[in-house]
């Protein structure tokens, strides 16, 4: 998509957020426990002004804990209920079903429904909080960006409606690193970013502690120590059986492997950012 041809889109795409933002009494505000700065939209964040609202660190499965923690103290200094879910498991629905009935209007001068709406960016588990909260799966979802089309309201339960949103990114605002980061959790399109350079990104972030180094270098059987990212990126391949043709490695399927890897989360949880301190 040309830059013009984006701008047009997401114009359109934040007028309907405007629309439908006045619509509701609450905003669940879905961030990736992994990486909550960057799965952050700011010009989002913005438009939901003094909105009632709740951050939800989701995938939380899939984040460390220590940092998930360090995440949810930072963010509770914005002064709004903030909590770290995994949207896969059923008993953590309580927890947020009763924040959520907390902080349902009580006093409405005329009798409507308890209106929400989740946002965030694409592929973050807004459609699966939904599925959750409503105990079926209505809403389709998808380990891939663009699941949802449309917005959608889906009654959770008498007096509950909830609008579930498409993601909504403004890539405009980010800086490569970003990007590259945003790409590793699946919430840019295929072609939005380049796959080697966010797989290359992705193993700098494992070299960066020795915790990780050690998470990488065991579940591919790296020879220990190794420095160069390109040079893991072979061995990872080999050890895959990633090659072309002949004996070459494979570097943009060893790159996608890698990335579906981390994005299902085998090889355990792992946090790409920490709050700043
Ligand atoms: N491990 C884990 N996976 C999750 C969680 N929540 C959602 N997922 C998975 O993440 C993927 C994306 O979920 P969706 O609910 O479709 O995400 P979305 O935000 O609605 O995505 P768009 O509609 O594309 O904007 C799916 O494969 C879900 O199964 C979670 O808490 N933990
Ligand atoms: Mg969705």
Redesign the pocket.
């Given at each position: 998509m040309k830059k013009k041809q984006i701008s047009g889109f997401l114009l359109k795409e934040e007028k309907r957020l405007q629309e439908n933002l006045e619509l509701v009494d609450l905003v669940l505000e879905?961030l990736d426990?992994r990486l909550p700065a960057s799965s952050r939209n700011p010009r989002l964040l913005k438009m939901l002004g003094p909105k009632k609202r709740i951050v939800i660190l989701?995938?939380?499965?899939?984040a460390e804990k220590e940092i998930t923690g360090c995440w949810l103290n930072f963010l509770a200094g914005e002064k709004r209920p903030v909590l770290a879910?995994?949207?896969?498991?059923k008993a953590e629905v309580i927890q947020m079903e009763k924040l959520l009935d907390f902080l349902r209007p009580r006093l409405t001068k005329y009798k409507r429904s308890f209106r929400m709406m989740?946002v965030?960016?694409?592929?973050?588990?807004?459609?699966?909080?939904?599925?959750r909260l409503l105990q079926k799966s209505v809403?389709?979802?998808?380990?891939?960006?663009?699941?949802?089309?449309g917005a959608q309201w889906i009654k959770l339960r008498a007096g509950w409606d909830l609008l579930?949103?498409?993601?909504?990114l403004s890539p405009f605002l980010r800086n490569e690193e970003s990007l590259l980061s945003l790409g590793v959790i699946?919430?840019l399109a295929q072609g939005a970013y380049d796959v080697e350079n966010a797989a290359v990104w992705l193993v700098m972030q494992f070299l960066a502690r020795e915790k990780t180094r050690r998470i990488l270098e065991n579940f591919y059987s790296l020879q220990p120590d190794l420095e160069n990212c390109l040079e893991i990126m072979v061995e990872i391949g080999k050890a895959r059986g990633c090659f072309k043709k002949g004996a070459e490695v494979d570097i943009l399927k060893t790159s996608q492997l890698l990335l579906s890897d981390f994005r299902?989360?085998v090889l355990g949880p792992i946090t790409l950012e920490r709050p700043p301190v």
């Open positions: 879905v426990a989701n995938k939380a499965d899939l879910f995994n949207a896969k498991r989740v965030g960016i694409p592929n973050v588990g807004k459609s699966t909080i939904l599925n809403a389709r979802t998808g380990n891939m960006p663009g699941i949802t089309r579930d949103t498409p993601g909504f699946g919430s299902k989360g």
